[in-house]
């Protein structure tokens, strides 16, 4: 087994503390009213819902992931840090056993936010993740980073 680290930056006008409640303690419910085209449902399997959960994210019938499940490690509201781990779902497929993500929400000058994502992807074998393969979660990961962001900015009162 081999890891594979990739991080990623994105920016955007809204608060830190803002963003980190929309993205990681509202996301079960805000994920599947974003985009629901996407998501059908987000469920907690096993726990509370914070660390040492398990989260299985159902996707709509036809689309060509059917869900994702998620281990979570921590939830951070003071510093504004989740840490999870994707565990199981069709995106894993033969190559990869886990893909572990900490994402770091930090306050910008502008008074927004940078969000930093680290993504350590546990290969089987000896598969190495290249930054193609990469790029196509981090595109999927930065639309709904947008379509959030935008819910956001058009309701400004939401999670204030």
Avoid: W
């Amino acid at each position: 087994m081999g890891v594979n680290t990739y991080t990623h930056e994105s920016t955007t006008s809204i608060s830190p503390s803002r963003l980190f409640k929309a993205l990681v303690l509202h996301f079960d419910n805000l994920v599947p009213q974003v985009v629901p085209h996407e998501v059908k449902n987000i469920e907690t399997i096993e726990g509370d819902g914070g660390a040492g959960s398990i989260k299985q994210m159902n996707f709509v019938e036809g689309g060509p992931i059917k869900y994702l499940k998620h281990k979570i490690h921590v939830i951070d509201d003071k510093n504004l840090e989740t840490k999870y781990s994707l565990i199981e779902g069709d995106v894993l497929g033969d190559k990869l056993e886990s893909i572990n993500y900490d994402i770091k929400f930090e306050a910008s000058g502008d008074g927004g936010c940078v969000c930093k994502t680290t993504t350590e992807y546990h290969t089987k074998g000896d598969h190495v993740i290249t930054e193609e393969e990469d790029n196509v979660g981090k595109d999927k990961a930065i639309n709904l980073f947008k379509a959030v962001e935008a819910h956001l900015l058009a309701n400004p009162s939401v999670y204030a």
